[in-house]
């Protein structure tokens, strides 16, 4: 017990120290910073900070959950995603006249960036295919250390409950600085995306939660988490055109909160008894 309170406390701190300078470069330089990398580095310090703190207090530490699981968690870890976001998004384009595209184009000015003599087809292909394993290895820096370490450590000094609430709090206080200072999820009034960012943030808390209890392994929570950003970010954004849709479709669109909120209670209504379970690892063993 004492050596799980010692390295939740490492981790916590850690993840602070280190997010606050990586934020603070982003805020100040803008663009510059978030072209350069910076959001693939800041996505990285859960899981360098689960390392860290997995090396000095777990001997036999089980690689953070990266361990076997049933391929059918990925089916659900890709399907939940393109549901909430395909219903979400789908009302939002019969709703509001002239939000839908019908076309991927947005892509070729991403691709872009890699190339200046492709065909607007080759390049939305070329952003769709380098933006999928980005999406991957970006989510695996956050969820080998919030699901990885930190909800499991939780788990054990504290009932499920409680390991779920304070898990996504520091999850959703992470984001705040860069939403206060407008750098991410910006277009909607301050006094709205807060709120809408914590309801969204504590949503998917207990689905990805789910996921990873459930299947005893952090890879079910990583693909959900990379599928989250994939469809959102790259597919239905890209499809959308609408100087209002942020507030109704998306991270922080009312529409989407909804359904994932609806998803996460469905969840805790008839499946609550998953949560009772404590993932496999990192293991309680002390040095």
């Not at 300078?21 to 663009?31: C, P, Q, S």
């Not at 989510?139 to 919030?146: H, Q, V």
């Not at 709120?195 to 990805?208: D, G, Q």
Request: hydrophobic residues 55%; glycine residues 6%; charged residues 10%.
């Amino acid at each position: 017990m004492q050596n799980d309170k010692r390295a939740l406390k490492l981790y916590l701190i850690i993840v602070l120290v280190a997010s606050i300078v990586i934020e603070t470069i982003w805020i100040a330089y803008g663009e510059k910073a978030a072209q350069a990398g910076i959001s693939s580095l800041l996505m990285f310090v859960p899981f360098i900070a689960a390392l860290v703190v997995g090396r000095k207090y777990y001997k036999k530490q089980r690689s953070l959950g990266f361990l076997r699981f049933k391929p059918v968690f990925v089916i659900v870890a890709i399907l939940l995603p393109f549901i909430y976001f395909g219903l979400s998004y789908g009302t939002y384009w019969l709703s509001s006249k002239g939000s839908y595209v019908g076309n991927l184009n947005a892509l070729i000015e991403y691709a872009a960036t890699y190339s200046q003599n492709v065909s607007g087809k080759t390049a939305i292909i070329i952003s769709l295919i380098i933006t999928l394993p980005v999406t991957l290895i970006t989510a695996l820096g956050e969820e080998a250390g919030w699901r990885g370490l930190m909800y499991p450590v939780m788990q054990r000094l504290w009932s499920w409950k409680k390991a779920i609430m304070i898990s996504g709090g520091v999850w959703a206080v992470w984001h705040l600085p860069l939403v206060i200072s407008g750098v991410y999820l910006p277009g909607t009034a301050m006094v709205y995306t807060i709120p809408a960012l914590i309801l969204e943030v504590f949503a998917l808390t207990v689905i990805i939660t789910w996921l990873r209890v459930k299947s005893n392994s952090v890879w079910p929570a990583i693909v959900f988490h990379a599928a989250h950003n994939y469809f959102d970010q790259i597919i239905f954004q890209s499809l959308t055109s609408n100087a209002n849709s942020t507030y109704f479709v998306g991270e922080k669109g009312i529409i989407s909160i909804a359904i994932t909120a609806i998803i996460a209670v469905l969840i805790l209504v008839f499946d609550r008894a998953v949560f009772s379970k404590t993932p496999t690892c990192p293991t309680s063993n002390q040095i």
